[in-house]
């Protein structure tokens, strides 16, 4: 092949690209207009739409510490941790303090998860055994199989769910929001109805990625507050395409807000 021949094969190829980058450019400028309602959203209607989804306790919510060491865990916020003379952690439980002072889940603290000033960990099962939602959390190596069956199992059952990628990346949450409080134990029932579905649709998956429920119980633990998960959307893993809603390829919506439209 000459050169000439050579250089004409390439020009023309590189036509073709650019009427595909033209095209692709059109499709997206139509998205984005179409969602044109969504993206006008104020801080203040997103955390309003945000507080309406993911409920749970609001007298308490947790946040996310990390040691200088590396370690990390949460718990649960107060008004008086590490105050000299009156958080007596670890020695005391939170639990058992007679100097409890805990934070609300508010619009604020709502505001300082979404924002990155803090990472909120919710607690779902509230004080009558209810729940709001119910999300299933699946991790290790076959989280993305397992999980697009327990979303097909969803939707067989023409059950709305939403899939979120885990602040690692490495896992998912699979979230399901309740019309009202409905009892925890009816809400793990369901859970676990849809994992049995899920595995007749994938019967060959060992499912060793599935984790557990939130809530983890099906009534409040004395002198506890049940498992608490960590809220989507947290600023500093969303930065990495983490923590985020996938579609049905996995990959982030383009507008995270966008979902919440369908609820």
């Known amino acids: 092949m000459s050169s000439n021949t050579e250089l004409e094969i390439i020009d023309k190829r590189l036509s073709e690209l650019e009427s595909e980058r033209q095209i692709l450019l059109a499709r997206r400028s139509a998205l984005l207009?179409?969602?044109l309602t969504v993206l006008r959203l104020n801080t203040a209607q997103k955390?309003?739409?945000y507080m309406g989804l993911f409920r749970g306790r609001k007298d308490i919510y947790a946040n996310r510490w990390q040691s200088k060491e590396g370690r990390g865990g949460y718990s649960v916020s107060c008004h008086n941790e590490w105050q000299q003379g009156i958080?007596?952690?670890p020695k005391v439980k939170c639990t058992e303090c007679v100097n409890q002072a805990f934070k609300?889940?508010?619009?604020?603290a709502i505001y300082?998860?979404?924002?990155?000033?803090?990472?909120?960990g919710l607690y779902p099962l509230l004080e009558d055994n209810s729940c709001w939602l119910l999300a299933a959390d699946f991790d290790k190596s076959d989280w993305q199989v397992a999980v697009q069956a327990f979303r097909k199992a969803c939707n067989e059952l023409n059950i709305s769910c939403s899939v979120e990628r885990s602040r690692s990346g490495n896992g998912a949450h699979v979230w399901v929001f309740f019309e009202s409080p409905v009892s925890a134990k009816g809400a793990r029932q369901l859970g676990f109805t849809l994992l049995d579905k899920a595995m007749e649709f994938h019967a060959g998956i060992s499912f060793e990625s599935y984790d557990r429920l939130f809530p983890n119980q099906d009534?409040?633990?004395?002198?506890?507050f049940g498992n608490l998960i960590a809220l989507p959307l947290q600023y500093t893993?969303?930065?990495?395409?983490?923590?985020?809603?996938?579609n049905e390829n996995l990959m982030p919506y383009a507008d995270q807000w966008a979902i919440f439209d369908l609820y």
């Open 219 to 224: 009534f409040l633990p004395i002198g506890g």
């Open 112 to 120: 300082g998860h979404l924002s990155g000033k803090q990472t909120v």
């Open 33 to 35: 207009n179409s969602n």
């Open 104 to 108: 609300l889940l508010d619009q604020s």
């Open 47 to 49: 955390i309003d739409i």
């Open 87 to 89: 958080c007596f952690k």
């Open 237 to 246: 893993p969303r930065q990495q395409a983490n923590s985020v809603f996938i």
